[in-house]
């Protein structure tokens, strides 16, 4: 899969504002294989160091249930470190919903 990584590909879908122990479902069902994140936080601004700000999780449901099992879910989670712009890709192209468990004193997640 190829990306062509130009400004004028990227628009923000998603802002939101988030404290510790916060979890936020992004409202809008993705179908993007490339998305961008960035987790800023205000009170830290030692760049020099990587701060975990957020879990993000991708949702996938696929409608299959065993013995009344909950529905299964296609990923893990990833690491959204705090004041750092981050691409993930992901391999399977479907809609999915994304969800993000902060793990920071406070900040805004944008989505692009």
Same mark, same amino acid.
């Given at each position: 899969?190829?990306?062509?990584?130009?400004?004028?590909?990227?628009?923000?879908?998603?802002?939101?504002?988030?404290?510790?122990?916060?979890?936020?479902?992004?409202?809008?069902?993705?179908? %993007? $294989?490339?998305?961008? =994140?960035?987790? *800023?936080?205000? &009170?830290?601004? @030692?760049?020099?160091?990587?701060?975990?700000?957020?879990?993000?999780?991708?949702?996938?449901?696929?409608?299959?249930?065993?013995?009344? %099992? $909950?529905?299964?879910? =296609?990923?893990? *989670?990833?690491? &959204?470190?705090? @004041?750092?712009?981050?691409?993930?890709?992901?391999?399977?192209?479907?809609?999915?919903?994304?969800?993000?468990?902060?793990?920071?004193?406070?900040?805004?997640?944008? =989505?692009?």
């Amino acid at each position: 899969m190829q990306f062509n990584f130009s400004e004028d590909n990227w628009a923000q879908v998603w802002n939101t504002s988030l404290v510790l122990g916060d979890t936020a479902t992004c409202p809008i069902l993705l179908s %993007s $294989p490339c998305i961008a =994140l960035l987790m *800023s936080a205000p &009170l830290v601004n @030692n760049v020099s160091e990587w701060y975990l700000g957020a879990y993000i999780q991708r949702e996938v449901f696929s409608g299959l249930t065993v013995g009344g %099992s $909950p529905d299964a879910r =296609l990923d893990g *989670s990833r690491k &959204l470190y705090l @004041n750092r712009l981050q691409i993930f890709t992901y391999p399977t192209i479907c809609e999915y919903s994304l969800k993000a468990n902060c793990r920071a004193y406070g900040g805004g997640v944008q =989505l692009l």
